[in-house]
C-alpha cells in the first residue's frame, strides 16, 4: 500500500505546531497502525528529521496508551484501540490525516502526543475505596448480586485512554467518570464514598477544564471498550442523590 | 477537591436545564391543544383564549393564573438560557485547538444542533410574542382584539406561515434530542432498554409537538380555516 499522511507536527508544549505531509510506499496490510508509523519514523531517521513522537505501551489494547485521532475518528474507523487498528482497514492510495487527542485538559506535549494527567486527577479526587489495611476479610462475607458484579466488570474494562474526551464535541469527560463511578457505585465497597465520590470526581473534571455533557453520545461511538452511555445516567444519578444527601 | 459543592458542577447545571425544559415541554403540549381549537371555529377559540384570562377566579384575580403561569415559564426561561450559555462557554473553552478533520460518528443531526436550534427557537419566541402577545401586530391591518382573527390573518400571509413552519421544525429537533437528553441528564436511562424507550419518546413527542403547531397555518394557508 502507498499512503499519504498528514501528521500534526508539533517541537514542544509551547510552540506552535502544524500539519506536515509525508509518502509512505510498500506498506502491508497486516500492520499496526503503530507499526506503519514505526515505518515512517525509521524512514524520517535515515533523512536525519526528528521522529515523529506518538504514545504506546502494551500495543495488545489493553493499557490505554495509545490513541490518536484518525481521519475525524478517535483511534480510527474500528472498535478498538490504535495499537489494534491494522492498515487492512485502510485502502492503497489512501490520505490518512492524523491529530492528537484535542483538549485544553490534555495539552500537546510533543506531535501526538498529549498529557493525561487531567485523568490522573480526577481518579485521585474520588476514583478510589478506602480499604483498612490488616489480613484480608473472607471474600464471600460480602455477596455482589451476579448482575451487579457483570455490570461493575463491564464498565471496569475503560482503560481510560481519553478516546471520549476526543470524540465529544464538547471535549466532556463524562463516559470515563460514569465507568468510574458506575464500576464503584455497584459494588458494596463503593458504598461508603458514593456521594463524596461523585461530587470530588465531577468538581475535579470541571476543574480541569473539560465541557459539560450534552448526550450526543460521540463518546460511546470512540470508546475501543464499548463503553455504553447507561454510565453517564448513573454518573447523573449519582450527582442528584448527593445533592439530596446535601453535598 | 475540598470542599466541593455538588450545587456548582456542569451536571448541576444540566439538571436546571432538564428541569427547566421540561416545564417548556408541559407549556408546548399545552399550547398546543389550544391552538388545535382553531379547527372548531371562532368562538371555540377565542372562548379558549378569554377563559385562560379568567382561569381560577373568583379564588385569583383577573388573569392570575395566567400571570402565575407565566412567570413561572419566564423563570424557566433564563434557567435554560442562562445554564446553556455557561455550558456553552465551557465547552468552547474545552478545545481552543480544532481538529482539521472530525468526524461525528456515532451523533444525529439533531443532537449537534442543540445550541444554534435553541437560539432559533429564542429569536422566534420574540417574534411570536411580538406579533401575538405583546405587539398584536396584524400584517393585513385587520383587528388585533380578536385572537382568531389575527390568526387568520396572520396565517393568510405566505412568509408567515412559512417562518412559524421553520421555527417548529426547529422546535421538533430540539425536542427530539433534548427530551432524550433529559431524561438522560436526571439519571432515568440506566439501561440500554430505558434509554431506547426515551429515544422513541422524545422522538414521537417532537413529531407529535411539530405536527401538531404546523397543522393550523398550514389549514389557514389552504384555505380550511378561515374568518
Known sequence: MNLTLKIWRQPDAVSPGAMHT???ADVSPDMSFLEMLDVLNEQLNDQGEDPIAFDSDCREGICGMCGLMINGDAHGPEVTTTCQLHMRSFTDGETITIEPWRSDAFPVVKDLVVDRGAFDRIIQAGGYVSVNTGSAPEAHSVPVPKDDADRAFNVATCIGCGACVAACPNGSASLFMGAKVTHLGLLPQGQPERDERVVNMVAQHDHEGFGGCTNIGACTAACPKEIPLDVISQLNRDLRTAIKHGH | MKGARASRTTIALKLGMAVSGFIFLGFVLAHMYGNLKAFAGHDAFNEYAHHLRELGEPMLPHEGALWILRLGLILSLVVHVACAFVLWRRAARARTTKYVVKKNTGTTRASLMMRWGGVTILVFLIWHLLNFTIGKVNPQGGATNDPYD?????????????????????????????????????????TAAKRQRAKVFGFVIALIVSIGFSLVPLAVLAGIITK
Not at chain 2, 396565517?155 to 408567515?160: H, K, T
Not at chain 2, 417562518?163 to 436511562?189: C, D, E
Open chain 1, 22 to 24: 509525508y509518502q509512505l
Open chain 2, 150 to 190: 389575527l390568526m387568520v390573518d396572520t396565517f393568510d400571509v405566505w412568509w408567515m406561515t412559512l417562518i412559524y413552519i421553520v421555527a417548529m421544525l426547529a422546535l421538533g429537533a430540539h425536542l427530539h434530542h433534548g427530551i432524550w437528553s433529559a431524561a438522560q441528564t436526571l439519571g432515568w436511562t440506566g
